[in-house]
């Protein structure tokens, strides 16, 4: 999409962040700063490196949004917008989640493996969980999410 105004061109890239849509990676790696070395290398690669331009991300992708412009710095990243992110969330936080959640790790909460933890992820989310969910349903949500 480009958007004209006083004779400059704005383009708006909108990727898929890895593992996100339709994209995937061999790389065992799976952090932030990995998806931000992403889309600095698409940004070279479309040929927006001589230039700062601005970037805006929403839940993971403000985390996203954080990491690429802390590591390319104002020469390349002009503003930043971030939306639904926390980026304020430290390790008291995700311990308290764990409690919460009784779990062990963070990935057992968002990414659940069994009936049991999908349950306890479900009634942290929902207002009032239902009082009978049948292991198959939370099973088939486990499978959607894998």
């Not at 479309?46 to 403000?62: M, W």
């Not at 020469?75 to 919460?100: E, F, I, M």
């Not at 990935?107 to 942290?124: D, H, R, S």
Request: glycine fraction near 8%; hydrophobic fraction near 40%; avoid cysteine.
């Amino acid at each position: 999409m480009e958007e004209r105004k006083s004779g400059r061109v704005n383009v708006l890239i909108i990727p898929d962040l890895v593992f996100f849509g339709g994209s995937t990676s061999g790389s065992p790696l799976r952090s932030e700063n990995f998806q931000a070395d992403d889309i600095a290398k698409l940004l070279d690669f479309i040929g927006l490196d001589d230039r700062p331009v601005p970037v805006i991300g929403t839940s993971y992708g403000g985390f996203v949004a954080y990491h690429l412009a802390r590591s390319l710095g104002r020469k390349r990243v002009d503003k930043v917008v971030t939306a639904s992110s926390n980026l304020l969330k430290g390790d008291a936080d995700d311990q308290a989640q764990l409690r919460r959640g009784d779990a062990q790790s963070v990935a057992e909460l968002l990414l659940p493996k069994e009936p049991k933890t999908m349950k306890k992820v479900l009634g942290l989310a929902m207002y009032k969980f239902p009082p009978f969910m049948p292991d198959f349903i939370l099973r088939d949500m486990i499978e959607a999410i894998d």
